[in-house]
């Protein structure tokens, strides 16, 4: 058997196993299980089709004409994924909370659902994508014809177009079976990722034991290699730093960018905490990748004759050696790099096309009524695979017109050059919520027209597509227009010249356009929604329902989810608002959740406009808009604060004032007591300094005179000692120092008590009572409550005017309260005295009886003890006194 | 006064977590910066052996710090909401 029989079996057993591996991935998912499915590591190994055969066979060519500059593809992405704290964590976070579909999905998702924006990215990543499949084809032909001359028995070499048909047929029938099982774009392809994960191994050991072979095997050891490295016309690092710092960035956009890396990156992501394990696990993979590379271009130079391709060094080392096993591994992982990056490109590009191009166009013209014409589901799905088929057959196409010449690398630099116009409008969309639709379209527009001029059609070689005379003179003989050297940037190298130049004026025009525009209500939404994804992962813009059918919708979502997934969401939504059957209210919350399902089968744009069709118009709901207004919120938070303080501010100023008025009064209060008490103090002092006197200076004072003023000065001492009695029994009382005796007894005879204290009999007082309501039985302190009625009593006694003045004594339950009234039938006590009676030495006039003005202020103290109260009970015939006393009284428990 | 004996004024882990989210976006800047440092040698002296063991030797460090911080930092651990800001 030959070599390249060999080498063709070996394939088809590889292709057949690929399949193999997808189909039972595809059940294993299918059946729930299948957890490894799910593994971080076969997403961070899914993530290394940015290794494509560009990278496997080209990279090795790009060391053998510049050295170590071959690296910078790897340290871009290299520095996103270590940096994903920044940007791939809100990517992420972004495509899962609204279902993202692809990188157009996103900028258009972003910018106001606008599908403008989704076809020109969409038509710009086709752009870019297409010779990058070309390089594919172009990679594989040529490593099998490097297989073919090796063969002696191949009498004709095998005809390279037709190497490239066949393989460009088999990725399309595989895509499609595969990629397009399920229609919901958002779903996982476990088959494929699985398939491309085991490629991205079978390519990382190929290269891996290519690296080992050369190293050990041609070269003898590390220490040799290096000498051979020395030795070699790529000795000396030699860089320029344009181009090195250009390129690393150039490929850390490209990264972010490429719509097939924004497929398995952000799409096809599983778990949010898988980047976690990428973070290291694919620098480490591309370090692996790019470890052998100077070693085999290095000795490859030097083995190889000249004139040898360096980009198939890879492959012609160990053939050359006759290692021919080592070489088919070496085809293998050419073969994975190359079929799995045209595979994921191939889904990513048929989803936008379909999405943002096929079904738009389709809605159009078969009119506005999606729920009545045919099965969109059924279209949709046809859509993608016509896209995926007509992508690939792109790239073909692309391949046979150029005819497969050109520099593995160049192809790729250029199309990293083209996905990275995106990157204005991604970055600026996720961080920057003053980004509009306007100054995404413009800077998109710009970039990509200088990226064309510059850099795209420039590679077709002068006077195919440019005539040589521009780039001589410039377009329309304008200098400055040179497509090499733009704005008369001489000498610069054309792959930095058109990044550094398209990326300028595109990030200038979408900065400008976003500030000179004004946003829809739309974009204002989605902006929040995008750049504050970690404050609130809700869902945009709402609808308003009741116009809504229920019915029509689901006749659209069966359409395009297919029936039984359509009636389950729609049943299960209805079972959340608490409705039988499978009609559920199209309230907004449900009708977002239908846009945001259907937006993961046709795209955000396409599921906003079908359900619009049915429902008429979204709303913005109350939350949105105070999404939106966050700034302002802000700003208005923040003087309402302001506001607030200084409310607090006058608040406390009140209280200052009002406690500073407090103390005054306190204060003259204080005077006032004071003066009140030296007064009342000094009165029977005089009295009894006086009598004193005359006790001891007058000698012949008879014995009724000794007598009458010794009983004088008692009298008055004695008086002295009550009022310092009371004095004391105020100040203990309103210290709430008193302890209270609590006892049990009734009211009458606790009446009965105050009565006969209080002296009423034998005076001309008739007390009139009710002894039947004073049946009630009292636990309380009632030596003190008895105080109380006796100062009352005593008052009346005192200060009744009637003729015959009469006490009347009512008592009554209300309320659980005891009311007991005190009422006499004299003058009463007038209304401006009605309010000072209970303060400290308030008499009205000067009375005959010596009271010194503290008994009501004491019967005020007491009752508060006790829970009660004792007021002045205006509007009666004379004065009267209320007195009332919680029943179920609470001084049980002291 | 010893750290532990001093009274807590943050929570420690929440401290922590947000000092690791600022390591982990630090890291690709530091990245950048030594990646070009080569650039910065007289590039004609230096041989594409120095190079390579500089840039590999880099490459590895990387990977093995984002690891390490990686594994401590889960994405969902603390949000970056700007309203949150003056509370770090």
């Not at chain 1, 006790?695 to 008879?702: A, F, P, V």
């Amino acid at each position: 058997m030959t070599i390249l029989n060999a080498l063709i079996l070996v394939c088809v057993l590889y292709v057949v196993f690929l399949f193999a591996v997808a189909f039972a991935a595809d059940r294993a998912a299918l059946r729930g299980r299948g957890s490894w499915l799910r593994s971080p590591y076969v997403y961070t190994l899914s993530l290394s089709i940015y290794c494509t055969a560009w990278t496997f066979y080209g990279a090795v060519g790009f060391a053998a004409r510049s050295g170590l500059e071959f690296v910078t593809i790897y340290l871009g992405p290299t520095l996103i994924m270590i940096g994903w704290w920044w940007t791939l964590r809100k990517m992420v976070r972004v495509g899962r909370s609204q279902r993202i579909t692809s990188i157009a999905d996103l900028i258009s998702s972003r910018y106001g659902k606008s599908n403008l924006l989704a076809v020109i990215v969409t038509v710009l990543a086709v752009i870019g994508t297409t010779p990058y499949i070309a390089l594919q084809l172009q990679s594989v032909t040529l490593s099998f014809a490097a297989f073919a001359e090796t063969d002696p028995t191949a009498t004709t070499l095998p005809d390279m177009q037709s190497t490239a048909l066949w393989v460009a047929g088999g990725l399309a029938l595989f895509t499609i079976l595969f990629g397009t099982r399920n229609l919901d774009a958002n779903e996982r392809h476990h088959g494929v990722v699985m398939a491309i994960a085991l490629e991205a191994v079978v390519k990382l050991c190929a290269l891996l034991a290519v690296g080992i072979f050369v190293v050990w095997g041609l070269s003898g050891g590390v220490a040799a290699t290096l000498d051979r490295i020395d030795a070699s016309a790529i000795a000396r690092f030699e860089v320029s730093g344009s181009r090195w710092v250009g390129l690393t960035m150039l490929s850390a956009a490209a990264f972010l960018c490429l719509p097939r890396m924004f497929q398995v990156m952000v799409v096809e992501n599983e778990d949010e905490d898988h980047l976690r394990t990428a973070a290291w696990a694919f620098p480490t993979y591309l370090m692996l990748m790019s470890l052998f590379v100077v070693p085999i271009a290095a000795v490859g130079l030097e083995v190889m004759p000249a004139g040898a391709n360096p980009d198939l060094f890879v492959l012609t080392l160990p053939l050359m050696d006759g290692r021919d096993g080592l070489a088919i591994l070496s085809f293998l992982g050419g073969f994975s790099s190359a079929t799995s990056m045209v595979i994921v490109a191939a889904i990513a590009l048929s989803t936008m096309v379909s999405n943002h191009v096929v079904m738009p166009l389709w809605l159009h013209f078969s009119g506005s009524a999606a729920m009545v014409s045919g099965d969109v589901r059924h279209v949709a799905l046809l859509a993608r695979r016509l896209s995926i088929a007509g992508v690939v057959l792109l790239g073909y196409m692309y391949f046979r017109l150029s005819g497969g010449g050109t520099a593995l690398a160049a192809i790729g630099l250029i199309a990293f050059a083209g996905v990275a116009q995106f990157m204005p409008a991604l970055m600026g969309g996720l961080f920057w919520r003053g980004a509009t639709r306007t100054g995404a379209l413009a800077g998109l527009c710009v970039g990509a027209t200088v990226w064309i001029y510059c850099l795209f059609l420039p590679s077709f070689g002068p006077s195919v597509v440019l005539p040589q005379v521009v780039f001589d003179e410039g377009l329309f003989g304008l200098q400055w227009l040179r497509p090499r050297a733009l704005f008369g940037a001489e000498g610069m190298d054309p792959v930095v010249h058109a990044v550094l130049w398209s990326m300028l004026l595109n990030t200038a025009a979408f900065v400008l356009g976003s500030l000179l525009s004004f946003p829809q209500p739309v974009e204002r939404l989605q902006g929040a929604q995008f750049v504050n994804v970690f404050d609130h992962s809700g869902t945009p813009g709402g609808w308003t329902g009741g116009m809504a059918q229920s019915e029509d919708l689901l006749i659209m979502a069966q359409r395009i989810m297919g029936a039984t997934e359509a009636q389950a969401l729609f049943a299960e939504a209805a079972k959340r608002q608490g409705l039988a059957g499978y009609l559920p209210e199209p309230s907004p919350t449900f009708l977002q959740e239908l846009e945001r399902e259907l937006s993961g089968s046709v795209g955000a744009a396409t599921a906003h406009a079908m359900i619009s069709q049915i429902v008429g118009g979204a709303a913005v709901s109350v939350e949105d808009l105070m999404a939106v207004a966050d700034e302002t919120a802000q700003i208005m938070e923040y003087s309402s604060q302001l506001e607030a303080k200084s409310q607090e501010l006058a608040r406390t100023a009140r209280q200052l004032r009002q406690a500073n008025e407090k103390l005054t009064q306190l204060s003259v209060q204080k005077d006032g007591f004071l003066s009140q008490i030296s007064h009342e103090l000094r009165t029977p002092m005089t009295s009894i300094r006086a009598f004193s006197e005359i006790l001891r200076d007058t000698g012949d004072l008879t014995p009724e005179e000794q007598n009458k003023y010794a009983s004088v000065i008692h009298d008055e001492a004695v008086r002295l000692t009550r009022l310092l009695d009371d004095l004391l029994d105020l100040s203990v009382l309103e210290n709430g120092q008193v302890v209270l005796h609590v006892q049990t007894g009734s009211l009458a005879d606790l009446l009965d008590r105050a009565e006969r204290a209080a002296g009423v009999q034998g005076g001309t007082l008739r007390v009139v009572r009710d002894r039947g309501a004073e049946a009630v039985e009292l636990t309380t302190d009632l030596d003190r409550l008895a105080q109380v009625f006796i100062n009352l009593i005593a008052n009346a006694r005192k200060y009744c005017d009637g003729q015959p003045p009469v006490l009347t004594i009512r008592t009554a339950v209300v309320d659980g309260q005891l009311v007991i009234d005190f009422t006499d039938n004299g003058s009463g006590i007038a209304p401006a005295q009605q309010a000072v009676i209970f303060e400290k030495f308030s008499r009205i006039g000067q009375h005959k009886a010596g009271g010194a003005g503290l008994g009501l202020a004491i019967c005020r103290e007491i009752m508060a003890r006790l829970e009660g109260a004792v007021s002045y009970l205006p509007g009666q015939k004379g004065a009267a006194f209320r007195v009332t006393l919680p029943l179920m009284a609470r001084m049980a428990a002291q | 006064m010893s750290p532990e004996r001093s009274p807590l004024f943050l929570a420690r882990r929440t401290y922590r977590l947000r000092r690791l989210s600022d390591a982990a976006r630090m890291l690709p800047i530091a990245g950048a910066v030594l990646f070009s440092l080569p650039l910065l040698w007289e590039t004609r002296e230096v041989r594409t052996t120095d190079a390579m063991f500089y840039i590999f030797g880099l490459w590895i460090v990387l990977a093995v710090i984002s690891g390490v911080i990686s594994t401590r930092l889960r994405p969902t651990d603390t949000e970056d909401d700007p309203k949150g800001s003056q509370e770090r």
